[in-house]
């Protein structure tokens, strides 16, 4: 019976360190991506309830898209928000200055149509904010983090730098940043989420 106690107890300190990591990262996340979002229109594809501060680029316009209805966006700076899919943006050609795309992609199975559909709603020269978890990070090759997709919370696939930058580059987007996220300041490579920042050439 103690042993159980004792068991249960361990379970929960895990969970509480685990939701506390999980939620710093997710912050430290959203304030990397708020200091490069750029331009007038700006889309958060596959926007969750933001994937950076909105009230900190009031005077951008921010469209948002997600598979389910969360008019949480809309109450922080949204001018419009579409339940749409990453792989069919309902979106002219040329429309946006720079697009957020923040841990969605490895959760896509056809992962490649979304990178198109982003190539082609952004405009030439136009700034894509792509972040994703690490493949290669210093937590997964230890095996404290599962190193393959979780397939029962929806991953298809994860990527390391190396590969998202290749994936990136044949669509023609040219890196011109790269930066690791965690819940602590750690190198680059080390980190369990990784931040790529790609323009756009048409």
């Not at 680029?57 to 419009?80: F, W």
């Not at 056809?110 to 700034?127: H, M, Q, T, W």
Request: hydrophobic content about 35%.
């Amino acid at each position: 019976m103690v042993g159980c106690t004792l068991g249960v107890k361990k379970m929960r300190i895990k969970n509480k360190i685990t939701r506390f990591i999980e939620k710093r990262t997710i912050k430290n996340l959203n304030k990397e991506i708020t200091n490069h979002i750029s331009g007038k229109n700006v889309l958060d594809n596959g926007c969750g309830k933001g994937s950076f501060i909105y009230e900190k680029h009031k005077n951008k316009k921010i469209y948002a898209t997600d598979l389910e209805n969360d008019m949480v966006v809309m109450n922080r700076g949204a001018v419009e928000f579409k339940i749409a899919d990453s792989i069919n943006l309902p979106y002219e050609d040329n429309k946006f200055d720079c697009i957020s795309f923040s841990g969605v992609i490895q959760y896509i199975k056809d992962y490649e149509k979304s990178l198109s559909e982003i190539k082609r709603v952004l405009k030439n020269n136009g700034r894509l904010i792509i972040a994703s978890v690490n493949k290669n990070s210093f937590f997964r090759k230890l095996k404290l983090i599962n190193p393959k997709p979780k397939k029962e919370a929806g991953e298809y696939q994860i990527f390391s730098y190396q590969e998202l930058r290749k994936e990136l580059k044949n669509y023609n987007f040219k890196v011109e940043k790269e930066l690791g996220v965690d819940f602590i300041l750690m190198p680059k490579k080390l980190c369990s989420n990784m931040l790529i920042i790609a323009r756009n050439i048409k």
